[in-house]
């Protein structure tokens, strides 16, 4: 009879990952279906768990710092003799490292992202299915919820907005998306946008959180100070921001990800730039006035760069940090004013190797821009403020 067949009952699984966005979403999972599952965020936390909890199962990460996953593996295998099943579930994909692993006595390996189906599916081919299956997953959990590779964490700036805020398709994304966090920061709204966001974040407090400034500092400010909050949290690889009224969508954000994940790119940012196949959207005299625009701070930059101030862009978390460590000079232009810093600690032949702009595939202008077309004409003011203090 094998190990499966006869420790039915009780099945215990050890979860190691120093990522709490993906931990807390296996241990959801696998205890909906029936495994007691207990969590440790180190190698070092998951060793002494180890040794008191005695799993069933281990699933570990293999990039964790200090203790790293592999280390994890010698433990158990070699200190304390055990033959637990191991499963390694990471973002490492380099084969040295796979097959180290299963020479050391892994049972599988998964690559993420990985859907949360795939991972119950191997969980239940190792040690078997649980005596008694819960029933709490609910019909739209069983849809393929992903582990990503990285944690990504994206502010989203709102000041009066109660009446444009989609929360469906924000709870949709991170449900569907695991190891995303959305930072919403309310700016000194006047209306009702506090309230709303703190009910978006009801029952999703792992997934979204809310930052109150009690004061309108503008978008500029708004997102600096958000970036700088979700900068402390070390599980994050990654930090961006998109437009509360999602003109650019989540689909053309991941993509952003994707590409900065498998780059050396710093910051990538989307681009409104019309492309062939592309849905984008502009009312026709906004558009003329940001084509002016941009040849402008072409100009100023110096540099090739075709749509800075597109509300869309991640980063590097170390980047992240440096550009948004000072306040901005401007309410609104604070995007050239990222590139500008980048420009003048990096030399602007080093900064085209390390930002990319990419085409996104839909952006549309939605209704309700808090920017005015008499605004457009303070822009240029603001383009001169910025080309005197940063040259």
Request: some cysteine; aromatic content about 6%; overall charge negative.
């Amino acid at each position: 009879m094998t190990r499966a067949q006869t420790e039915l009952k009780n099945m215990k699984i050890l979860a190691i990952d120093d990522q709490q966005l993906i931990l807390m979403s296996l241990q959801k999972r696998l205890e909906e279906t029936g495994y007691e599952v207990k969590v440790a965020d180190s190698g070092r936390l998951g060793i002494e768990s180890f040794k008191t909890f005695h799993p069933d199962l281990v699933i570990v990460d293999i990039n964790m710092p200090g203790m790293s996953g592999i280390d994890v593996i010698k433990h158990i295998r070699i200190i304390e003799e055990s033959d637990t099943p191991i499963m390694v579930m990471s973002g490492n994909t380099d084969e040295k490292v796979i097959v180290n692993g299963f020479e050391l006595g892994i049972d599988d390996y998964m690559k993420k992202p990985v859907s949360l189906n795939e991972v119950t599916a191997r969980v239940k081919r190792i040690i078997g299915k649980p005596e008694k299956i819960s029933t709490e997953i609910t019909k739209s959990d069983d849809s393929a919820q992903m582990l990503q590779q990285y944690c990504v964490g994206v502010v989203i700036p709102c000041y009066n907005e109660e009446d444009r805020l989609s929360g469906k398709e924000f709870k949709d994304f991170v449900h569907s998306n695991l190891g995303y966090h959305l930072c919403f920061v309310n700016d000194g709204s006047t209306d009702n946008t506090l309230k709303v966001l703190e009910e978006l974040s009801v029952g999703n407090e792992n997934k979204i959180s809310v930052y109150n400034c009690e004061k309108n500092g503008g978008k500029a400010e708004a997102v600096r100070q958000g970036v700088l909050h979700l900068a402390k949290d070390p599980q994050l690889d990654f930090i961006g921001y998109l437009d509360a009224d999602l003109s650019t969508d989540f689909r053309d954000f991941d993509d952003l990800v994707k590409t900065i994940e498998k780059s050396d790119f710093k910051i990538v940012s989307g681009s409104r730039m019309a492309r062939m196949g592309a849905d984008i959207t502009k009312e026709s005299a906004r558009a003329i006035i940001s084509k002016t625009i941009n040849l402008i701070i072409r100009t100023i930059l110096k540099m090739p760069f075709n749509d800075t101030q597109c509300g869309a862009k991640i980063m590097d978390k170390e980047i992240a940090t440096l550009v948004f460590n000072k306040s901005f000079i401007t309410r609104w232009l604070f995007d050239v004013e990222i590139f500008m810093r980048m420009r003048k600690h990096y030399g602007k032949d080093k900064v085209i190797q390390l930002i990319c702009e990419q085409p996104l595939k839909r952006w549309i202008h939605a209704d309700g821009s808090k920017l005015s077309m008499s605004d457009s004409v303070k822009i240029v003011g603001q383009l001169a403020k910025i080309a005197v203090h940063y040259n």
